[in-house]
């Protein structure tokens, strides 16, 4: 995946946002999830603001970033503001609503099935990006912790029978990892 320079200058932003954040498992630094599903999505979808997306999908989930702060950067970046709307609503697509914090009166079954209703109804380009951040997320937790996979693959299995309208062949590419998933534990 080739980056324009107002890529580049975006993939800073989150490189700076998410900080010294380090994936769970690996201990790399966190930014590297979200560029591998921004290279994952180009493979299967184009257009304006979409690895954009992929790449800022955690942002206002797992960093100080908020939808506000989001949307006047990528106007700094010179993005223009039907893109930069497009962006933020990509992110805030992605963002989990349904969080401990938000709802404690719910618990985590309760909360996962809400967010999987809310998820089934997220543009389709978002739904094609939650595929490559679901692909590189199962790959990471089925080798590294096998006592939580299976929870997080019938977690993650809910999510996809909703999410049925984003590019079909990154959905069977991601449905192929899951089903690789189980088998592996």
């Known amino acids: 995946m080739v980056l324009s320079s107002q890529q580049k200058q975006f993939l800073n932003f989150v490189k700076e946002s998410h900080g010294s954040q380090k994936r769970k498992y690996t201990g790399e630094p966190y930014w590297n999830h979200v560029f ?8 299967y979808e184009r257009g304006e603001g979409i690895i954009e997306i992929a790449l800022g999908h955690d942002l206002i989930e ?13 106007i700094e970046l010179e993005y223009t503001s039907s893109v930069a ?8 697509d992605l ?3 349904y969080i401990k914090e938000a709802y404690p009166q719910l618990n985590r079954k309760e909360r996962k099935a809400k967010e999987a209703k ?9 739904q094609s990006i939650k595929y490559a951040d679901l692909i590189d997320n199962v790959k990471s937790i089925v080798t590294y912790d096998k006592g939580f996979a ?23 590419e991601c449905e192929k990892v899951m089903k690789e998933g189980y088998r592996y534990l």
Not at 36 to 43: G, I, P
């Open 62 to 74: 797992d960093t100080q970033c908020t939808k506000e702060s989001l949307y006047q950067k990528l």
């Open 36 to 43: 591998r599903v921004a290279e994952l999505v180009s493979h």
């Open 85 to 92: 709307q497009r962006i933020t609503d990509g992110v805030c």
């Open 118 to 126: 809310r998820l089934s109804s997220i543009s389709p380009t978002s």
């Open 150 to 172: 299976r929870v997080y693959l019938d977690e993650k299995s809910q999510i996809l029978k909703g999410m049925r309208e984003g590019n079909k062949e990154l959905l069977k």
């Open 95 to 97: 963002t989990d609503e």
